[in-house]
């Protein structure tokens, strides 16, 4: 991990951290302090390090994602300059006299998840401008006064494993689709937590026909690549403690072109990230099985691809699910909603009590919210702590509507559904509207629509171009909320 507590100064960068009202040992306009800003002082000899500062902002309106941010930011910065080594140096907080949102522990742990964060590079199809440097960043307790050193250590480990479900998600999200087809995905999940406490099963071929998983037997047939469900489980409950089963549904489409009403464009090597949903998943649950959560959560990772093929499902085919639901494909191009059907019928039968589906699923969304927010449709007690842990994990939410209204928009001539709208309005509202029919009657649920935020569409200071991984802290810090909820007490 290369991030060391050493109280020398041996390294050729220091980084200060400074905030407004601070004052450093040498002059910096005001405008050098505020938040997002990075400013270099060169050494005049190699003898000597070279400086860089990153401005904070104020105290009082700082977030772990300011944090987060500026020391990806920081990370980067120093990558692209070639160093190997910094010391992170800051003013400790006087907790008497300043006031912050945040503790010192909580600023701690934001600074050493967003240094990781801005260390990640996907190098695995690189030839000669891959950059396989690191930088050793040397932590001076003294900064950091306020937290015992067990608590620092604890809390980096915390940090590490936030990143590593992370770096799985962006990872997946960025693989080339001839190596991450269906069936390697499914191999990759497999090999990923086989020696872990988690309990995985792929429902493949004869499996998907006798559950009557037809919207991915049906989206799968013009692959030569055979379609699944992976399910992954894990029970970290303690012996005697009851809490809700949540399961968490990631659309996992390796390659979208859209079947037979097929995409067009000048390069749609996007298509390759319609898995988001379930990288976000498979990232959640690293995330949950590697802190040895108290929790009972199940992965349910639907897998095909969506390609035109000779046996490729035709627009008006009649897709058959076993609720008795009957749905005419309008249109090819709207499968993610197919498969995230068999998914959540099959959470029905696992006795689920809250479900999360989580799919690059409209263009919609993006249309109406941008690429910083995923829309969430559904329950509205979940949807409110989705939105909450959101704004602090910078996997920001926004709540839509479930309009009955638009229900009109999918009905069908000649079965109980169409899978798009007939309007080319309201597409992420319909979408909702139509897996809410395939939703467990027992359970709690929320949609997630991510299209918008699975990459980064250009390089930002904090992070390269490309997946985001979005989503794998977000639901885990959900899935954990969960069971340190105080129970009811029953007063009016």
Do not use: C
């Not at 004052?23 to 990075?38: A, H, I, M, T, Y």
């Not at 399910?231 to 012996?239: F, K, T, V, W």
């Not at 897998?303 to 249109?331: E, F, K, R, T, W």
């Not at 794998?472 to 009016?492: I, M, N, T």
């Amino acid at each position: 991990m290369n991030i060391i507590f050493d109280e020398s100064h041996v390294a050729d960068s220091r980084v200060y951290a400074i905030y407004e009202g601070d004052e450093p040992p040498f002059r910096l306009p005001d405008s050098r302090k505020r938040s997002g800003s990075l400013t270099w002082l060169y050494a005049r000899s190699r003898d000597e390090a070279d400086y860089l500062i990153a401005g904070m902002g104020s105290r009082e309106q700082l977030t772990v994602e300011k944090v987060r941010k500026a020391a990806a930011s920081v990370a980067r910065a120093l990558l692209k300059e070639h160093k190997t080594s910094a010391v992170l140096i800051r003013k400790p907080l006087d907790t008497g006299s300043e006031k912050t949102k945040l503790t010192e522990a909580e600023e701690f742990q934001a600074w050493m998840e967003g240094w990781l964060y801005g260390l990640y590079r996907f190098n695995k199809h690189r030839g000669i401008t891959a950059t396989e440097a690191t930088i050793k960043l040397h932590i001076r307790s003294k900064d950091w006064e306020g937290i015992p050193r067990e608590e620092l250590d604890t809390l980096l480990s915390i940090a590490a494993i936030r990143e590593r479900g992370t770096r799985l998600a962006r990872d997946l999200v960025n693989e080339s689709p001839e190596t991450l087809n269906p069936e390697a995905f499914a191999a990759v999940l497999e090999e990923h937590f086989k020696n872990t406490k988690a309990k995985l099963h792929v429902y493949r071929g004869h499996e998907l026909h006798e559950r009557q998983m037809n919207g991915l037997l049906a989206v799968g047939k013009g692959s030569r690549f055979e379609p699944s469900l992976v399910e992954i489980s894990y029970d970290g409950l303690p012996a005697g403690q009851k809490g809700p089963h949540v399961v968490l549904i990631g659309k996992g489409i390796t390659f979208d072109m859209g079947g037979m009403n097929v995409k067009t464009g000048r390069d749609i090597s996007d298509a390759r990230m319609d898995m988001g949903g379930a990288a976000a998943v498979a990232g959640a649950m690293e995330i949950l099985i590697s802190r040895k959560a108290p929790v009972k959560v199940t992965a349910l990772i639907a897998v095909a691809d969506n390609l035109p093929d000779q046996h490729a499902m035709l627009p008006s085919s009649v897709i058959h699910y076993p609720n008795g639901i009957s749905v005419q494909v309008a249109n090819t191009d709207g499968e993610g909603r197919l498969i995230i059907a068999d998914a959540l019928l099959h959470a029905a039968t696992l006795q689920a009590d809250q479900v999360i589906d989580i799919a690059t699923l409209t263009g919609n969304v993006g249309a109406a919210l941008g690429l910083e927010l995923a829309g969430i449709w559904g329950d509205e007690a979940m949807t409110r702590d989705l939105v909450e842990i959101g704004e602090r994990n910078g996997e920001r939410l926004w709540p839509m509507p479930l309009v009955d209204e638009y229900e009109s928009e999918l009905r069908s001539d000649y079965a109980d559904l169409r899978n798009v709208g007939t309007s080319t309005l309201a597409g992420a509202i319909t979408a909702a509207l139509f897996i809410r029919h395939f939703v467990p009657e027992s359970a709690k649920w929320v949609h997630i629509d991510m299209a918008g935020t699975v990459q980064y569409k250009r390089e930002f200071p904090h992070a390269a171009a490309g997946a985001t991984g979005y989503g794998a802290r977000l639901l885990a810090d959900y899935v954990e909320k969960q069971f340190h909820k105080k129970p009811a007490s029953g007063k009016g």
